[in-house]
């Protein structure tokens, strides 16, 4: 069972039991404990989707367009410099194989343009509560992978490989005529991304720890349910 659903069905079963059996504390526990994870399962959902009169919710979708950019400025920089590219014509290589390339790159940048869109966001302060960008550190490696596996994925594309091979091929063709080409086709798909597409593929690396953050948010409720009734 998803552990954001677990732990707020735990809160409400105290509810009851505190409720039914007449037991103050418990229930004290189990509704500051459901306040808690309920409240950041709905900030985690709101991350990802637009929610009817909340402000700031859907922040990814609305955000989307930066980390196009962030992309964009990583392939760019990382892939396709003026420098690499006048590499590659030096090489006259018949194929081009960017996966050496592309398990060599440092996307560490990439992660953080996303910890820093999430940090300037009205999620920030939720996320500062539970330390900050340090409590979604663990997600670094899997972004990483996700990363490197999707941009493998399009460096394979036979349109993608015809294009900067046949333009390698030509050796008149001056980097900086290469450098526009290769620009310009990396703009093309990325242009092709939608609000949803980067929320997909953002949700599909980060709900799984962010998940967390309702199990800690139920914890720390119930400690404060729990002192509260004492007091």
Do not use: C
């Not at 367009?65 to 590659?88: D, G, M, N, P």
């Not at 940048?109 to 409590?135: K, R």
């Not at 091979?165 to 980097?175: E, G, T």
């Amino acid at each position: 069972m998803n552990k954001s659903v677990l732990t707020n069905l735990t809160a409400t079963i105290l509810v009851l039991v505190g409720y039914f059996f007449d037991q103050a504390i418990v229930l004290s526990i189990g509704l500051f404990a459901l306040s808690g994870a309920f409240t950041n399962l709905l900030a985690v959902h709101m991350l990802f989707e637009k929610v009817p009169f909340l402000y700031g919710s859907g922040v990814i979708q609305v955000k989307f367009a930066k980390f196009k950019s962030a992309i964009r400025e990583l392939v760019i920089t990382e892939f396709f410099s003026k420098e690499k590219i006048e590499q590659l014509l030096a090489t006259k290589q018949p194929e081009l194989d960017l996966k050496p390339v592309i398990e060599e790159v440092d996307l560490n940048p990439a992660f953080d343009s996303l910890l820093e869109v999430i940090e300037q966001s009205q999620f920030g302060a939720m996320l500062a509560m539970f330390g900050g960008t340090e409590a979604v550190e663990p997600m670094r490696e899997s972004f990483i992978t996700k990363m490197k596996s999707a941009l493998s994925t399009m460096s394979e594309t036979q349109e993608f490989k015809q294009l900067v091979n046949d333009k390698l091929m030509q050796k008149a063709m001056s980097s900086d005529k290469l450098y526009d080409t290769v620009l310009g086709l990396v703009d093309d798909r990325l242009n092709e991304l939608t609000p949803a597409m980067v929320k997909d593929i953002i949700q599909t690396m980060i709900r799984e720890h962010l998940g967390w953050l309702v199990v800690w948010g139920g914890v720390f409720g119930g400690i404060f349910g729990l002192i509260a009734a004492i007091i």
